[in-house]
């Protein structure tokens, strides 16, 4: 009767440590997971909030342009400025370094780093790496594509 008892007591000890060691395992994965997409999410964040800000700095310029301001006082005329623009407090990409890389067509897939690309005032180009499950993707932001239908030159001032 005893060794029935201890032999049922082992069974049920041996039963829990497996079952907290495969909880353990599948909380350990689950939690790597939940990281791998918080860092996708991340990257996709800093490629949107890239394309938003480029888009605001050239419509900020040309509102700047028709109120008698030089057009180009707020654009940058490379990368490394536009780097400023969309990082100023130079935030870190997921695995480390700048969150942003001037003069980098494709990005970083292995930091999750966003790849940009200006030679001129008139046009950035951003670039979203292949980072874990992200797909590349790359976005070209230019001053006559912000502006489009606003009136390019300062009106006239016409007195009634």
Do not use: C
Not at 37 to 51: F, L, P, R, W
Not at 58 to 81: I, M, N, R, W
Not at 88 to 105: C, E, I, R, T
């Amino acid at each position: 009767m005893i060794l029935n008892a201890l032999k049922t007591l082992a069974t049920i000890t041996v039963f829990l440590i497996l079952l907290f060691v495969g909880v353990g395992f599948f909380s350990a994965w689950s939690m790597e997971d939940v990281k791998e997409t918080a860092n996708m999410i991340k990257v996709s964040s800093y490629y949107e909030e890239a394309i938003r800000k480029a888009r605001s700095t050239y419509l900020k310029s040309h509102t700047q342009y028709l109120k008698g301001h030089a057009q180009e006082t707020s654009v940058p005329e490379d990368a490394a400025g536009w780097v400023l623009v969309f990082n100023p407090n130079s935030v870190l990409a997921p695995g480390g370094g700048n969150a942003y890389l001037a003069d980098d067509v494709d990005g970083d897939a292995t930091t999750g780093a966003i790849g940009i690309v200006a030679t001129s005032a008139e046009s950035v180009l951003i670039a979203r790496p292949a980072f874990n499950d992200l797909t590349a993707e790359t976005t070209i932001v230019t001053l006559a594509s912000v502006i489009g239908d606003l009136p390019l030159v300062k009106p006239e001032n016409t007195d009634m």
